[in-house]
């Protein structure tokens, strides 16, 4: 994330070479959403200190990769562009990334998993996500629809699939 592994799809659901080939982004990028949005509830609900460190590991896993290849191919795409409301979403979203990447850190470090404190941070983890990826639905998502077509949109879709796969996860 950056973000992380929480909007990369599980590794069952992962778009097909065939499939980024005429994908517009936001769709890939809504399906990542969802995916994220889920685990980070089951997190938020389990109690059980081992289910929680395996969701933990799965969500950075879909997280980072996801924020680092959003940032440049969607982020980096707005920030280029001369609309300052566009900048300030680009900005925004960066900012809110970096912010979700010292939450996922914080909570790596908390022992146990199952403890009140793991329960409080990942909370906040989940609220975290869960606001910018309303805010990035509605101002990034409408930059992306005003300034580049159907065309630009599915080639972002095929750079940010190529984007992710070279992302390491920390």
């Known amino acids: 994330m950056a973000i992380l592994d929480v909007f990369a ?36 609900k389990s109690e059980k200190a081992a289910e929680r460190n395996a ?9 980072v990769p996801h924020v680092r290849a959003e940032e440049k191919i969607v982020y980096d795409a707005i920030l ?20 979700a990447d010292m939450a996922l ?16 941070a990942a909370k906040v983890l989940k609220e975290l996500i869960e606001h910018h990826v309303k805010e990035e639905e509605s101002n990034v998502w409408s930059d992306v629809r005003k300034h580049f077509d159907k065309d630009d949109r599915i080639e972002m879709n095929r750079k940010f699939t190529a984007a992710k796969k070279k992302v390491r996860v920390p």
């Open 80 to 99: 280029a562009l001369k609309e300052k409301d566009a900048k300030i979403d680009g900005n925004e979203g960066y900012f809110e990334h970096k912010h």
């Open 9 to 44: 799809p599980l590794d069952s659901k992962r778009i097909a070479p065939a499939e980024a080939q005429d994908t517009d982004i936001l769709d890939t990028l809504k399906k990542e959403h969802d995916e994220v949005k889920e685990m980070l509830g089951k997190l938020v």
């Open 55 to 63: 969701l933990l590991k799965k969500i950075k896993a879909a997280l």
């Open 105 to 120: 850190k914080t909570l790596e470090s908390i022992t146990p998993a199952s403890s009140p404190e793991y329960t409080a």
